[in-house]
């Protein structure tokens, strides 16, 4: 395990500073998710840090406290929005979502903490809304300026938010998609859009769902980047301390399972809807502030760990080649976890910008899918495992040729050859 400074341990719980956090899952360290380098840059990658979940005993929140230097993380993102297929259909219904819900008069300025390339944003300039975008990453926020979003090259904190209020005035809307879980200051986050919403403004928030994350067993979803996994009940207390409160929230299936929640300033307008109380009530009833749940959801992963380990060895004894489907973040957490990238020979994915690198950490070599008939390994674990039906389905042929996949999750499963398509 590395010492390294670019990385250090928080001793306070992100949302109320509270110190009484308890360790609820240890994972096993990990490379940094994302980090898929071509093979000479991969000593780069090849560093594993701790990745441990705690729990908050004051306000019931779930977090990593173990922090990565934020632009050391995030200095390898290619990522944009429009190159993500399915991310624009998501966002045309969001912005058509948010405008008739809140009833948006044409002219309301919205605002997008994470903006990216503006995909959002572009939505709502079509429904006739002012539109401005906060982006940290410089390439993004130039591009998108350049392509009419205009697009503020900063960090979502207070001089920020002056900037705002003074260039453009008082925000309607603000929306932060999933950057209100990769933030390690989410309180000066929260404080900078408390600042800049208008009297009746809302501030819209997309996080992946910490109740779909334990109950769905979707454990590979911690990873560094990813630092807090949000629930209702430490959320609302959080906003309040923030000068805010949840009118609303709605579960929503991205991401294996998110909330979007509806805040406005504490004395808006707007009447909390009776589902705030309700998923609260839910929360309570799953246990989701309670440490031995977390205990059930670390033995529940131990077991499928156990098994598959135990087949991939067994296949190893025999000579089998095993091949690995999917080259993702949640593939980094699920190899490390289950310790089993040595037993995988080489990885295959869809996307091609991760053909010709290696994986972070075990540095298995990632090829294009259409590897799995020219190499003809006779097993495919399926790890990016929550696509696994669409997965098989496409490639039918593999196992019409006698190929075997393998599930990890939520059950450890493995298809008889010729499966019915
Ligand atoms: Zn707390």
Same mark, same amino acid.
């Given at each position: 395990? *590395?010492?390294?400074?670019?990385?250090?341990?928080?001793?306070?719980?992100?949302?109320?500073?509270?110190?009484?956090?308890?360790?609820?899952?240890?994972?096993?360290?990990?490379?940094?998710?994302?980090?898929?380098?071509?093979?000479?840059? $991969?000593?780069?990658?090849?560093?594993?840090?701790? #990745?441990?979940?705690?729990?908050?005993?004051?306000?019931?929140?779930?977090?990593?406290?173990?922090?990565?230097?934020?632009?050391?993380?995030?200095?390898?993102?290619?990522?944009?929005?429009?190159?993500?297929?399915?991310?624009?259909?998501?966002?045309?219904?969001? $912005?058509?979502?948010?405008?008739?819900?809140? =009833? +948006?008069?044409?002219?309301?300025?919205?605002?997008?903490?994470?903006?990216?390339?503006?995909?959002?944003?572009?939505?709502?300039?079509?429904?006739?809304?002012?539109?401005?975008?906060?982006?940290?990453?410089?390439?993004?926020?130039?591009?998108?300026?350049?392509?009419?979003?205009?697009?503020?090259?900063?960090?979502?904190?207070?001089?920020?938010?002056?900037?705002?209020?003074?260039?453009?005035?008082?925000?309607?809307?603000? *929306?932060?998609?999933?950057?209100?879980?990769?933030?390690?200051?989410?309180?000066?986050? %929260?404080?900078?859009?408390?600042?800049?919403?208008?009297?009746?403004?809302?501030?819209?928030?997309?996080?992946?769902?910490?109740?779909?994350?334990?109950?769905?067993?979707?454990?590979? /979803?911690?990873?560094?980047?990813?630092?807090?996994?949000?629930?209702?009940?430490? #959320?609302?207390?959080?906003?309040?301390?923030?000068?805010?409160?949840?009118?609303?929230?709605?579960?929503?299936? =991205?991401?294996?399972?998110?909330?979007?929640? /509806?805040?406005? @300033?504490?004395?808006?307008?707007?009447?909390?809807?009776?589902?705030? %109380?309700?998923?609260?009530?839910?929360?309570?009833?799953?246990?989701?502030?309670?440490?031995?749940?977390?205990? %059930?959801?670390?033995?529940?992963?131990?077991?499928?760990?156990?098994?598959?380990?135990?087949?991939?060895?067994?296949?190893?004894?025999?000579?089998?080649?095993?091949?690995?489907?999917?080259?993702?973040?949640?593939?980094?957490?699920?190899?490390?976890?289950?310790?089993?990238?040595?037993?995988?020979?080489?990885?295959?994915?869809?996307?091609?910008?991760?053909?010709?690198?290696?994986?972070?950490?075990?540095?298995?070599?990632?090829?294009?899918?259409?590897? +799995?008939?020219? @190499?003809?390994?006779?097993?495919?674990?399926?790890?990016?495992?929550? /696509?696994?039906?669409?997965?098989?389905?496409?490639? %039918?042929?593999?196992?019409?040729?006698?190929?075997?996949?393998?599930?990890?999750?939520?059950?450890?499963?493995?298809?008889?050859?010729?499966?019915?398509?």
């Amino acid at each position: 395990m *590395t010492t390294s400074p670019i990385y250090h341990r928080r001793r306070s719980c992100r949302l109320c500073e509270s110190t009484q956090i308890d360790c609820v899952f240890e994972f096993e360290p990990s490379a940094l998710a994302e980090w898929y380098y071509p093979p000479e840059r $991969a000593d780069e990658a090849a560093d594993v840090f701790p #990745m441990d979940l705690f729990l908050c005993r004051s306000c019931g929140h779930v977090q990593l406290l173990d922090v990565i230097d934020p632009v050391r993380l995030f200095s390898c993102y290619q990522y944009t929005s429009a190159s993500s297929p399915g991310l624009e259909a998501h966002f045309e219904r969001y $912005a058509k979502q948010v405008v008739e819900k809140l =009833s +948006l008069p044409a002219g309301s300025l919205v605002l997008d903490v994470g903006s990216n390339d503006g995909t959002l944003l572009r939505q709502f300039a079509g429904h006739g809304m002012r539109v401005v975008g906060i982006d940290p990453a410089t390439d993004l926020a130039r591009t998108a300026t350049t392509a009419g979003i205009p697009t503020l090259n900063a960090f979502m904190d207070a001089p920020t938010a002056r900037r705002v209020v003074e260039e453009y005035g008082p925000v309607k809307v603000c *929306t932060a998609n999933n950057v209100f879980a990769h933030n390690d200051a989410l309180g000066n986050m %929260a404080a900078a859009i408390g600042s800049l919403l208008a009297d009746n403004g809302v501030f819209v928030f997309e996080v992946s769902y910490l109740l779909d994350t334990v109950q769905g067993l979707v454990f590979d /979803f911690v990873y560094h980047e990813h630092l807090c996994y949000h629930s209702v009940k430490p #959320m609302d207390a959080f906003l309040r301390r923030h000068g805010m409160h949840l009118v609303d929230v709605e579960r929503v299936p =991205s991401k294996g399972g998110s909330i979007r929640g /509806f805040a406005q @300033k504490i004395g808006g307008p707007r009447p909390v809807s009776p589902r705030v %109380a309700e998923l609260i009530a839910v929360e309570e009833a799953a246990g989701l502030y309670d440490p031995s749940t977390y205990k %059930a959801f670390r033995s529940r992963v131990d077991g499928l760990r156990d098994q598959t380990v135990h087949f991939l060895n067994q296949a190893r004894a025999t000579g089998a080649t095993i091949a690995g489907y999917g080259a993702s973040a949640t593939v980094t957490t699920l190899m490390h976890h289950f310790k089993m990238g040595k037993l995988i020979d080489f990885l295959v994915d869809d996307n091609p910008l991760r053909h010709g690198t290696v994986s972070p950490g075990y540095r298995v070599p990632v090829y294009h899918p259409d590897t +799995l008939y020219s @190499k003809r390994p006779e097993i495919v674990i399926i790890l990016a495992w929550r /696509f696994a039906p669409t997965i098989m389905q496409n490639h %039918a042929r593999f196992q019409q040729e006698g190929g075997t996949f393998v599930v990890p999750v939520p059950s450890f499963q493995k298809s008889q050859r010729r499966l019915a398509a």
